[in-house]
């Protein structure tokens, strides 16, 4: 079977018979010592037999592991190559567009799928040469697959808008009602109504609810009154629900809290299963994040080709001594700094908070006095010195609404668009099925 289209991506059209010229030296020399052999052409690159099975092999055995049934053989091996061509088809755009992982990246995420198995990345290597599997090209795999996710979000997110009219619509839907809504921390004390009960019966449970809410009010302490008298599943925990969003509470309760302060109790409210007393142990406004922020600055000085890493450890020292002797740091920064965006603002990079920067120049921000310099570290962009000028707590809560309801429509998108541009690279692709 055939499939051909006549549009690859950065490359001359590769007609069969020119496909089969190009590849015939390599895959006669190839099948003079193995089986192997070409199942499929997808624009200037080959797709092995050999390639396919492994790839079957490692979900089968990726089901095994998870005790799942496997698929019929057939219909397996049309899902795999399926996606062997769409996966080369990503690589190739990948290659065009100089995206890479570097090793860092790549250590990075072994470590975390290792850690996700409760093993370090030497047992995790170990585990993989246990069950027979190359480590070599498990890490290709893993690499490929951080790639293909990259050019995916580079690719696929640039053709994603998300206006500000959607932005405020989410905001005023229940889903964004209830990110920003006011949190309680509450306890309950319910004395039961049984289902169908009669006048009296609700009277009396009314009669007592009274009596407890006096209780309260006369100073009892809620916990042990919870404790002794309430029919609620969280009794035995003084009553105690935790943390409830406004909008994730019945309208009766969410209507009669909103007048209390920390510590009040509400009167008794009726409700389908009886009387309910709540109690405010705290609150927290919806809209309200205080987040620690620090004002840095920094110098980073990168190994090149011309300037080895002993070299530019040697020169970052040499900066250091510079400042020590009270040379201006915006000045060095904006001469020395290989970071061209905050090496032209004398080094700054504004307001930081946690999270944003990489974890070893966060540690050492952390530490470091407003108005001193650290001393020379290293991440993997190189060498960093860095000035904390000042720390502030600031309310992000508004612009994090804003932000987490922006990323939420962006994922919608994405989602629904990925499918739309795999659709549209695999049909610009020449693809041929031996």
């Known amino acids: 079977m055939t499939i051909k289209c006549m549009r690859p991506f950065g490359a001359k059209l590769i007609k069969p018979a020119l496909a089969a010229i190009a590849l015939s030296a390599s ?4 099948a003079a010592t193995s089986l192997d052999r070409v199942i499929a052409i997808v624009n200037d690159d080959i797709i092995m037999q050999s390639e396919l099975e492994a790839r079957e092999n490692m979900i089968l055995r990726r089901l095994a592991r998870s005790n799942s049934a496997q698929p019929p053989a057939e219909a397996l091996r049309k899902q795999v190559l399926n996606r062997l061509i769409i996966d080369r088809v990503q690589m190739q755009l990948a290659d065009e567009r100089g995206i890479r992982v570097s090793d860092n990246e790549l250590n990075a995420a072994l470590n975390r799928i290792a850690g996700q198995s409760g093993l370090s990345l030497a047992q995790f290597r170990e ?55 006011q949190s309680y921390n509450l306890s309950l ?47 035995l925990k003084g009553g105690q629900l935790g943390w409830k969003k406004a909008a994730e509470l019945p309208p009766a309760f969410a209507q009669a809290l909103q007048s209390l302060e920390k510590g009040q109790v509400t009167a008794p409210i009726r ?41 530019t450890l040697r020169e970052i020292k040499s900066l250091y001594n510079r400042l020590a002797l009270g040379e201006p740091f915006a000045e060095l920064a904006k001469e020395f700094s290989d970071d061209p965006g905050s090496g032209a603002e004398g080094g700054a990079l504004g307001w930081a908070q946690p999270g944003q920067m990489v974890p070893e120049f966060e540690e050492v921000m952390r530490k470091t006095p407003i108005g001193e310099v650290s001393i020379p570290f290293e991440t993997r962009f190189g060498w960093h010195i860095l000035q904390v000028t000042d720390r502030r707590q600031q309310d992000l809560g508004e612009e994090m609404l804003i932000n987490q309801a922006r990323a939420s429509i962006r994922e919608r998108k994405f989602n629904e668009e990925l499918q739309n541009w795999l659709r549209e690279i695999r049909a610009k692709a020449y693809i041929e099925l031996k």
């Open 27 to 30: 895959v006669s020399a190839f």
């Open 127 to 181: 585990t993989l040469i246990a069950e027979g599997q190359d480590y070599a090209k498990v890490r290709n795999q893993i690499r490929q697959e951080l790639l293909i996710n990259e050019t995916q979000r580079q690719l696929v997110n640039s053709r994603i808008n998300v206006s500000q009219q959607e932005i405020d619509n989410f905001l005023s839907s229940d889903q964004g009602k209830l990110a920003a809504s």
């Open 189 to 235: 004390i319910l004395v039961a109504v049984p289902p169908q009960a009669d006048a009296t019966t609700i009277q009396q449970a009314a009669e007592t609810a009274a009596e407890i809410s006096a209780e309260l009010q006369n100073g009892a302490d809620f916990a042990e009154l919870a404790l002794e008298r309430s029919a609620g599943n969280n009794a």
């Open 271 to 311: 409700t389908p299963n009886g009387f309910h007393i709540l109690k405010v142990n705290d609150t927290q406004q919806g809209n309200v994040q205080m987040v620690d922020q620090t004002e840095v600055r920094h110098i980073l000085l990168k190994p090149t080709e011309i300037r080895s890493k002993a070299q």
